[in-house]
Every structure is written in C-alpha cells, then in structure tokens.
C-alpha cells in the first residue's frame, strides 16, 4: 500500500471493532497497528502516520484537529466519534488528573520516598516540632521537599485530612 491515499470508505472504517466500553455507546477499535501506549496508527497520503482517533476526527469534521483530540471513553484505540472531543493541554491534563492517569508519588520513575516515609515525615513536622532540615537528613532529601510535603505541594494527595502545620485541627 506503499504511496497509496487511503480512502476512507474503502480503508479506514472497516478495520474498526465495535466492543462495549465505559459509555452507552461502542468504543470502535482500531484493528491494525497501534503504538506501546495503545494509540492506532496509519499511514496516510504518502507514508505520513497519523493517530487513528485523530484521522476518525478528521474524516468525520473534514479538518486536521489543531489541538489534541480527547477521548470521552478513555480508550485510546477507539475512534468513535461519538466519543471524541477536541481539547488544549489543560483540558488534557485536567481530564487525565480527573480520570486518576497522572502519575503521582511512588508511580514516578524519580520518586525518593515511600508514602509511609511521607506520612512519617508529615506527622514528625507537624507533632514532633523537628526541622525540615533534620527531616530532610533523617530521610535523606533536601529541605526543600520537606517543606513542600508539610505545605501539601509534593504528595498532598496523599495527606488530605492531616494537619498541615502543628496547631491544625482537620
């Protein structure tokens, strides 16, 4: 198929698989080739890959998305346009924070720190009256991590409803 333009009707649609998903509607899943992260690809006019959700969301609005191409269903192999919508970063990473598909905590390749030593270091802070700088050592990270774990800037997900600062009342 090398050099040929696909044409939708004939290429594209069929290779589509109706399966339930999340929402009322069927997810339509790309059968061909999909990357690591699940995402479909083809190649289209002359060898150019684009995402299948995002070449659905073009054969059925006739214009290339300028902006990501968000999935309602949260399935990135389907192409239903049903459940495409067209978003900017924000709307990306507030659905991706929403739908709990951010990284966060022990699930980041650079964490230090185990969620018991962040909940150790939070209660020392707050009912032990020690220093940052001391927690930081005992734990071995700067002071600077300390102080954004107390002030719920790295972690806070995990310390809601914990005093934040010795003399708070959850």
């Keep these: 198929m090398r050099g040929h333009l696909h044409k939708p009707e004939i290429d594209f649609w069929p290779r589509l698989v109706q399966r ?11 059968s061909g080739a999909t990357k690591s992260n699940g995402y479909g690809n083809i ?6 890959i684009r ?6 969301w073009f054969l059925t609005h006739g214009i290339w998305p300028t902006n990501h191409v968000l999935h309602d269903c949260d399935t990135p192999s389907c192409c239903n346009p049903a459940h495409l919508h ?5 709307d990306n990473m507030r659905e991706a924070k929403f739908r709990n598909r951010t990284a966060h905590g022990v699930g980041l390749p650079q964490h230090k720190l185990t969620e018991s030593q962040v909940m150790q270091i939070s209660f020392r802070y707050t009912n032990e009256n020690i220093s940052m700088r001391k927690l ?5 990270v ?8 107390v002030n719920r800037k790295r972690w806070g997900w995990l310390l809601a409803g914990t005093p ?6 959850i």
């Design 43 to 48: 190649s289209v006019g002359g060898g150019c």
């Design 20 to 30: 339930p998903g999340p929402l009322p509607t069927f997810c339509w899943i790309w």
């Design 86 to 90: 067209v978003g900017n970063d924000l």
């Design 51 to 56: 995402m299948t959700h995002r070449y659905a």
């Design 142 to 149: 700067g002071p600077q991590t300390v102080c954004d774990i």
């Design 136 to 140: 930081g050592k005992d734990y071995q």
């Design 164 to 169: 934040a600062k010795p003399g708070d009342v």
